[in-house]
């Protein structure tokens, strides 16, 4: 059974570092590989899709790299924003069989001002 | 173009009481999904519906029903609502084009069953 491993589990840092979030998962048999972010109260929004052939996707501020073969993703942060401050969420597509999402339990991310 | 749509935003149940979650979408994608949220225990897949007329378990399906009404709707339905039912419910669907599989959320229904 896949699982999905987000660290750390919440982080507070001054406005403007740079940051470095971290999802591991244990089967590599993946399709893609999404993070999404997630505002208290309200949906998920997706920030970056990698297919399982890629290495990177970038989106402005956000860089997220995937390595298949040893089961790790991370979403990079630039110059972060209290804007940011969300819970972000790593979630998996297997290659084959049920094709819902298998989710992290999230990183709390807060940008103090 | 609304996206993914979800019916009610809230909604308290007394145990034993029934309902059906509505969601729908208008981006002509081909499969639809539920999940529950919990505090500690991340997103879970309940049911999906990979077309029209197919639906599947997930990895939490018991004490839940789906109808895959047309290509745009998908319902959940709880036949006899118990506490261990009280979470966020989120229909998502995805987009097949280019065989990206991108799954968009819609804005969830807070469930209470007391």
């Known amino acids: 059974k896949q699982e999905v491993t987000q660290i750390p589990a919440a982080l507070s840092v001054p406005e403007g570092e740079n940051l470095v979030l971290n999802c591991s998962f244990t089967d590599s048999a993946i399709y893609n590989l999404q993070w999404f972010r997630q505002d208290p109260g309200k949906g998920l929004t997706s920030l970056l899709l990698i297919q399982s052939s890629q290495r990177e996707q970038t989106s402005g501020r956000l860089n997220a790299s995937l390595d298949k073969s040893s089961g790790r993703s991370t979403l990079y942060i630039a110059a972060s924003q209290p804007g940011d401050s969300a819970t972000y969420l790593c979630a998996v597509r297997p290659e084959t069989g049920a094709d819902g999402l298998t989710f992290g339990k999230g990183t709390h991310l807060i940008i103090q001002p | 173009n609304a996206g993914v749509t979800q019916t009610p935003k809230f909604q308290v149940l007394k145990t034993g009481q029934s309902m059906t979650l509505q969601c729908a979408q208008d981006?002509?994608?081909?499969?639809m999904y539920w999940y529950r949220q919990d505090p500690g225990m991340g997103l879970r897949l309940i049911y999906y519906s990979a077309s029209e007329g197919t639906t599947d378990k997930g990895e939490v399906p018991n004490g839940y029903n789906v109808s895959r009404l047309n290509k745009r709707e998908f319902s959940l339905r709880l036949e006899s609502a118990a506490p261990s039912q009280t979470s966020v419910y989120f229909c998502?669907?995805?987009?097949?084009?280019?065989?990206?599989?991108?799954?968009?959320f819609g804005p969830g229904t807070r469930l209470t069953v007391t």
């Open positions: 981006m002509n994608h081909n499969s």
């Open positions: 998502a669907s995805t987009t097949q084009r280019y065989n990206s599989y991108e799954q968009y």
